[in-house]
Nanobody
Framework: VQLQASGGGLVQAGGSLRLACAAS????????MGWFRQAPGKEREFVARITISSTAYYADSVKGRFTISRDNAENTVYLQMNSLKPEDTAVYYC????????????WGQGTEVTVSS
């Protein structure tokens, strides 16, 4: 399994970015997919998760501003980020649960998001 995250960049506060995570593997539609982030000097934290039935869950800090979605035909999960704040600055990672162990066992390389004030 390989996960390739993209779409990061520099944006002003209040702006938007759309992250994408392209996955290899023929069983993508059966994976729970998640986004995490790690800000400088901080622990990695959960951002959003989408189930195989496309039910979405969000961290309180991003609820109402971020939207996770998936395109099973393209083996891709997206994170639409609106109303960005400087505190959203971090490296964003996508992750996949590819087995029935209910843990993230595959991780992408990360894409950096910087929000300027």
């Amino acid at each position: 399994v390989q996960l390739q995250a993209s779409g990061g960049g520099l944006v002003q506060a209040g702006g938007s970015l759309r992250l994408a995570c392209a996955a290899s593997g023929r069983t993508f539609r059966s994976w729970i997919m998640g986004w995490f982030r790690q800000a400088p000097g901080k622990e990695r934290e959960f951002v959003a998760r989408i189930t195989i039935s496309s039910t979405a869950y969000y961290a309180d800090s991003v609820k109402g501003r971020f939207t996770i979605s998936r395109d099973n035909a393209e083996n891709t999960v997206y994170l639409q980020m609106n109303s960005l704040k400087p505190e959203d600055t971090a490296v964003y990672y996508c992750a996949a649960m590819t087995s029935d162990q209910y843990k993230y066992d595959s991780w992408g390389q990360g894409t950096e998001v910087t929000v300027s004030s």
